[in-house]
């Protein structure tokens, strides 16, 4: 049987630490704004069959995103959570499998997309992640208080796809909130693999990242 796709891009966050009067996935970055470029990498895959965006509902009524590539839109939540439970309910019985991807993050390359899909052939969930190299501190009041152990500690990364029908049922039992949807599959159980991420798959999160995406 033919497994079916969804992308689905959170693009409902404030994103106030990137600066900026307009929420940082609404900048631009090139040709067109950050999301729009996330979209398109999506849009622009050839096993993606769906493509819905999450937006914040003060958004909705907008001209912030972009009409080409076409998507669903979605009202997103008061979370994370709520939003990815949103774009999740509208992925269902359209999908077998879906692809949950920050809006934030315009530089997905499509052999991350194609390495999360393939680990889904043997596997509930899959991510791409990159090892952490750099040494971690603990701190307090600018002090350093400890060293953290950086064995097998990984950056993790978007898009994080799964079978829907279990991650569907993992939002719906638990309503705690989670920074990412890996959280929530393993508290439900589900197995994920972790696949190579890619050190420019960046997020804009502060000032200086929409320069370095721009490079």
Not at 147 to 169: C, I, N, S
Not at 201 to 210: A, E, Q, S
Request: glycine residues 8%; proline residues 6%.
């Amino acid at each position: 049987m033919t497994m079916t796709t969804a992308a689905i891009i959170v693009a409902a966050g404030r994103g106030t630490r990137a600066g900026g009067e307009i929420p940082k996935q609404w900048q631009q970055l090139g040709d067109r704004t950050v999301a729009a470029h996330a979209m398109k990498a999506f849009a622009d895959h050839p096993l993606i069959d769906k493509l819905i965006l999450v937006l914040h509902p003060d958004d909705v009524e907008t001209n912030l995103w972009p009409s080409d590539p076409a998507a669903d839109i979605v009202r997103g939540g008061e979370t994370r959570r709520a939003s990815v439970l949103a774009g999740l309910e509208a992925a269902e019985g359209h999908a077998d499998i879906v692809l949950i991807h920050d809006a934030a993050r315009p530089l997905i390359s499509p052999t991350i997309i194609d390495d999360v899909l393939a680990a889904l052939d043997k596997h509930q969930g899959a991510a791409p992640a990159v090892p952490v190299t750099d040494t971690l501190w603990h701190g307090a009041d600018s002090h350093v208080t400890g060293v953290q152990d950086r064995e097998g500690l990984y950056r993790a990364q978007t898009p994080q796809g799964f079978h829907l029908a279990p991650l569907l049922a993992a939002h719906r039992a638990n309503t705690a909130d989670a920074t990412d949807d890996v959280a929530g599959a393993r508290a439900a159980g589900l197995d994920v693999a972790i696949v190579t991420g890619d050190e420019k798959n960046i997020k804009i999160t502060m000032p200086g990242d929409l320069a370095r995406a721009e490079k």
